[in-house]
């Protein structure tokens, strides 16, 4: 038994082990077994039995001193069950301190008497009751001594917390609580699986068509990272000649996000300047880390994800370019020569790597386009068709050659000079007025052949200018002056001009050889398509003036209308 557990058994029987004992022992001497020494102190005789009156003597002696005895051990044992109780209040298991009732003690005496009583088989005498019965009152004396001496040390209460009755809440309120407590638990665990789900859980995601299972706060970086992009790999720089100069000088790898591109970080975008040579240092075309940005972009769950390697790049160099001239192709013979195609120089180069140093002869890296002059004579099937044209005008003669074509009822094309319709700026006007074409026959008559280009193309460009601000009309219709106009020239007016117009019939007029010579110039050669030259300007024209109204009644006669240059174009194919 634990020293807890002797002291509390103490305390209950209300008084010492020794004391018990001893009384146990009176009473129980007068059945002692047959044969015993008889004890003389106390003058029992050989046979066992006691004096009654001797032994009440004895026993009163007996009993002071026991008495004494026992009240001191008692005095001792009670300081230190006093002392044990206030440890067991401190330490007992069941934390139930133990009550000091004297009414317990007395309980406490008297199941002993009758215990022992029980024990003798009842065989205890009126004296010998009456002795125990003192003995008991002896120690009950010593009790209170016990007590007087307990209430001098410091008094603790203590709780019999079993007899203790709590206090006992109503149903609702019960009920309440416990539906409170299901609620919170419920809450907690709902708010525990949603944030385990979004802080733990797991996505899957298609990286190249491939599934896989990543944690749902994975980054496209950190896949790319984890994964070593995939195999994807940036582009290389390469030399002219293809060497590899640097393993990850090209392009970036390049990443989508469900269909969309993922622009990285800059050396995406300086990589594309490196490949079109702009001035920048080639090691920041570097693209081998995972761009910064990708760290940022938190996947989606099934996520589409492509990884594709970057393209390789080609050094950086500079360029020795040399011209290749454009060739002039006039297909066929006519009265008119029409544009069909600008001609565009060509190019040959020689590369030198800016990192390499290496040079590579790229020969042709633009290819020339030919200039294309398609030449015709229109000549309209089942008609009868010519045209009247007046060179060097206008001058003071264009005014009366007006007069006749619109008494006439015909129509005429004018190629006038840059300068004269700058100084008649109204017959200009007039001739578009009164249906008439109005051309170019240059600025300043030159002959076009003996001009350089960049003259060539003033004098032109001159012309076209000054009809314009006489006429309002635009055109990029020539008639070189004297007919000189080859390939160089359509080489140097590349696109300057659409066409450049001849002539059929050469009356001669500039001779001035008579008005019947004229007239008889134009009208026996005339045939279907043919074009007639004349002037209105560039000297006297009055032998023009004169022959013009024979030349269109005989031309009519012969069933021939007059067009103009434009139209008889539009009749080519015809």
């Not at 009755?165 to 907690?188: E, M, Q, T």
């Not at 950086?316 to 060739?327: L, V």
């Not at 076009?448 to 076209?464: E, H, S, V, Y």
Request: proline share 5%; aromatic share 4%; with cysteine.
């Amino acid at each position: 038994m634990s020293r807890k557990g002797k002291s509390r058994k103490r305390r209950k029987s209300g008084k010492p082990a020794a004391a018990n004992n001893a009384d146990i022992q009176r009473n129980a001497e007068p059945n002692s077994v047959p044969g015993d020494k008889p004890d003389t102190k106390h003058g029992a005789s050989h046979g066992g039995v006691v004096d009654n009156g001797s032994a009440e003597r004895h026993g009163d002696v007996d009993t002071d001193q026991n008495h004494a005895d026992k009240t001191d051990t008692c005095h001792n044992e009670e300081a230190s069950v006093h002392d044990n109780d206030q440890l067991d209040a401190d330490t007992d298991d069941e934390g139930i301190p133990e009550p000091h009732d004297e009414g317990v003690k007395e309980s406490n005496n008297k199941v002993d008497i009758d215990t022992v009583s029980k024990t003798n088989g009842g065989a205890h005498s009126d004296d010998e009751k009456a002795g125990i019965t003192d003995g008991a009152k002896t120690e009950k004396a010593g009790d209170s001594a016990e007590q007087n001496a307990a209430s001098a040390a410091p008094v603790i209460e203590e709780l019999n917390i079993k007899t203790a009755k709590p206090h006992k809440l109503p149903k609702w309120a019960r009920i309440s609580i416990i539906v409170a407590v299901v609620l919170a638990v419920v809450l907690a665990a709902v708010g525990v699986g949603v944030w385990s789900y979004e802080r733990w859980g797991r996505i899957t995601v298609s990286v190249n068509g491939v599934e896989q299972q990543v944690h749902s706060e994975t980054t496209l970086g950190e896949l790319m990272r984890n994964n070593d992009n995939f195999e994807a790999k940036p582009g290389r720089l390469l030399s002219l000649s293809g060497k590899v100069l640097k393993e990850t000088g090209g392009k970036p790898v390049v990443y989508t996000l469900n269909g969309q591109k993922i622009k990285g970080d800059s050396s995406a975008d300086k990589s594309d300047n490196a490949a079109a040579g702009e001035d920048e240092n080639d090691d920041e075309a570097d693209a081998t880390e995972v761009p910064a940005n990708l760290e940022s972009i938190k996947l989606p769950a099934n996520a589409k994800i492509t990884v594709k390697s970057g393209k390789d790049v080609t050094e950086k160099h500079t360029a020795k370019r040399t011209m290749i001239p454009f060739n002039v192709v006039i297909n066929g013979h006519g009265v008119i020569q029409k544009l069909r195609q600008v001609g565009k120089e060509g190019a040959s180069e020689i590369w030198t790597g800016q990192t390499s140093g290496e040079k590579v002869d790229k020969n042709v890296v633009e290819k020339p386009q030919d200039l294309i002059v398609d030449t015709f004579s229109p000549k309209p099937a089942n008609r009868k068709v010519i045209a009247l044209t007046f060179d060097d005008g206008p001058s003071q003669y264009s005014g009366p050659i007006l007069d006749i074509l619109k008494q006439e009822g015909v129509k005429a094309t004018f190629f006038d000079i840059g300068t004269g319709a700058a100084a008649y700026p109204q017959f200009e006007q007039r001739m578009v007025a009164e249906g008439h074409q109005v051309a170019s026959h240059s600025n300043t008559h030159p002959d076009m052949k003996k001009l350089n280009p960049d003259q060539l193309r003033a004098d032109i460009t001159q012309g076209f200018a000054n009809i314009k601000a006489a006429s309002g009309v635009s055109t990029k219709m020539l008639r070189a002056p004297y007919g000189n106009f080859g390939a160089d020239q359509w080489r140097y007016t590349n696109g300057l001009i659409d066409s450049n117009v001849i002539w059929t019939i050469d009356t001669k007029d500039w001779k001035m050889p008579g008005a019947p010579a004229i007239s008889n110039a134009a009208l026996s050669k005339a045939y279907n398509g043919a074009v007639i030259l004349m002037h209105d300007g560039g000297g006297d024209r009055t032998e023009d003036i004169a022959a013009l109204p024979g030349i269109i009644d005989g031309l009519k006669a012969q069933g021939y209308e007059f067009v103009t240059i434009d139209q008889l174009m539009a009749m080519n194919g015809q």
